[in-house]
Antibody, heavy 122, light 107 residues
Framework: EVQLVESGGALVKPGGSLRLSCEGS????????MNWVRQAPGKGLEWVAS????????YYADSVKGRFTISRDSAKNSQYLQMNSLRVEDTAVYYC???????????????WGQGTLVAVSS | DIQMTQSPSSLSASVGDRVTITCRAS??????LNWYQQKPGKAPKLLIY???SLQSGVPSRFSGSGSGTDFSLTINSLQPEDFATYYC?????????FGGGTKVDIK
């Protein structure tokens, strides 16, 4: 059974930093590209960042570029999101999400974690 | 960047109704359009990928169509468990933009 488990969410002050982790199980983690998607309270889904299966290529939403860094350690079946210079508007549930590999390009997201809450407030 | 616009933003329907939600891309995205269902407090669930392919385990009352810039998700014979929020999303290249969502509630 495929599982994605996030951790690291917390309450942090504006300007602070946080590192989210996501551990995958039940599938060959190194084969899959991965994503982070967030959802602010009462709002819709927002794609945040993606990382290729090799880790060589990373992509970011304009709203987080230069502040967030996505990375992975396939030996630990894990991906990470380092979040720096956090803003109030970064407050959201952050989901770890697996690319479905339905095509050679970026595909749909077929598995999601349960989400971890990041709250940015003074 | 390509923008994704869903309509309506909400709708009320009854069990047994046929419901159609539309999604428009600001540029041609071919058939790289996916649909998700999300219930309160839960992670999204993939329903349809690449416009019309049904994800494994998803009931056949869900179907998708379209190409280019205009897409739709249809739910035939709405069931009680279908009351949720639905999102479209473009894939193929980043940003993997989502539509704003369509909330389907009980009339």
């Amino acid at each position: 059974e495929v599982q994605l488990v996030e951790s690291g969410g917390a309450l942090v002050k504006p300007g602070g930093s946080l590192r989210l982790s996501c551990e995958g199980s039940g599938f060959r983690f190194s084969f899959y590209s991965m994503n982070w998607v967030r959802q602010a309270p009462g709002k819709g889904l927002e794609w945040v960042a993606s990382i290729s299966s090799s880790g060589s290529n990373t992509y970011y939403a304009d709203s987080v570029k230069g502040r967030f860094t996505i990375s992975r350690d396939s030996a630990k079946n894990s991906q990470y999101l380092q979040m720096n210079s956090l803003r109030v508007e970064d407050t959201a549930v952050y989901y770890c999400a697996r690319d479905a590999r339905y095509s050679s390009a970026w595909s749909a997201i077929d598995y999601w974690g349960q989400g971890t809450l990041v709250a940015v407030s003074s | 960047d390509i923008q994704m616009t869903q309509s309506p933003s909400s709708l009320s329907a009854s069990v047994g109704d046929r419901v159609t939600i539309t999604c428009r891309a600001s540029q041609n995205i071919g058939t790289y359009l996916n649909w998700y269902q999300q219930k309160p407090g839960k992670a999204p669930k993939l329903l349809i990928y690449e416009t019309s392919s049904l994800q494994s385990g998803v009931p056949s009352r869900f179907s998708g169509s379209g190409s280019g810039t205009d897409f739709s998700l249809t739910i035939n014979s709405l069931q009680p468990e279908d009351f949720a929020t639905y999102y479209c999303q473009k894939s193929y290249d980043t940003p993997l933009t989502f539509g704003g969502g369509t909330k389907v509630d009980i009339k």
